[in-house]
C-alpha cells in the first residue's frame, strides 16, 4: 500500500474513475448553486431563490462547471449568465468608513459616489460613513480609504441589506 502511494506521489498521475468524477462535479455544480442562492435575491420579492431553483437555471442556461476553479469564482460568472434569463441582484452590503476629517476631504465625493444610499454619516472630528454598496465597489472604497487616509483609515463590511439579512439568514 505504501509502495503504491509511493509511485503515485512520484509519477505524479493520478486517475480519476467516471463516476468519482461525475460525483465531483455534480457537488461542484451544488456548491456554485448554493452560493449564488447566499448572494443573490430576487428584485421583485427582495428573497433569495432557493438553491433547487438556482439550478434549474444554470440547467436551462446550458452552464458547465470546470473542476480546477472555485465554486465562488465560478458563482459570480454565473451571476451575470443568469441575469440574461431570470431577475436576479446581488445583495448589498452595509460597509462603514472611519477616517479623519482632513484625509475624507480628500476623497469623500469619490467614496459617497460609490454608495447606493447613505444610512448615516457623523462628522464629529473623525467621518464616518455608513452605507449601502454593491459587492463589487468593496475593493475600490479600500483602496480610496487605504491611500487617502495612508493606512489610518477604516472600511468594514457591517453586513448585508436589511431585507436580504432577514431573508436570507432568518430561515
Known amino acids: 500500500m505504501t509502495a503504491i502511494c509511493v509511485q503515485i506521489l512520484e509519477k505524479g498521475e493520478f486517475q480519476l474513475s467516471e463516476k468519482e468524477r461525475s460525483t465531483a462535479l455534480s457537488s461542484k455544480y451544488t456548491e456554485i448553486a448554493a452560493n449564488i442562492s447566499t448572494m443573490c435575491i430576487n428584485p421583485s420579492t427582495q428573497r433569495p431563490y432557493p438553491v433547487s ?4 437555471a444554470m440547467k436551462d442556461a446550458h452552464i458547465s462547471v470546470k473542476p480546477n476553479r472555485s465554486a ?17 441582484e446581488r445583495v ?14 480628500k476623497c469623500k465625493d469619490q467614496i459617497k459616489a460609490l454608495f447606493l444610499s447613505i444610512i448615516s454619516e457623523d462628522h ?9 454598496s454593491e459587492p463589487g465597489h468593496y475593493k475600490q472604497l479600500a483602496e480610496l480609504v487605504g491611500k ?14 436589511e431585507a436580504a439579512e432577514n431573508a436570507v439568514f432568518k430561515n
Not at 76 to 87: G, S
Open 148 to 161: 487617502n487616509s495612508r493606512g489610518k483609515g477604516m472600511c468594514e463590511v457591517i453586513g448585508v441589506e
Open 72 to 88: 465562488k469564482q465560478q458563482a459570480l460568472e454565473v451571476i451575470q449568465v443568469l441575469k440574461e434569463t431570470i431577475p436576479i
Open 124 to 132: 464629529d472630528g473623525q467621518f464616518e460613513l455608513l452605507g449601502l
Open 53 to 56: 431553483l438556482v439550478e434549474k
Open 92 to 105: 448589498k452590503m452595509k460597509i462603514k468608513i472611519s477616517m479623519t476629517m482632513s484625509d475624507a476631504k
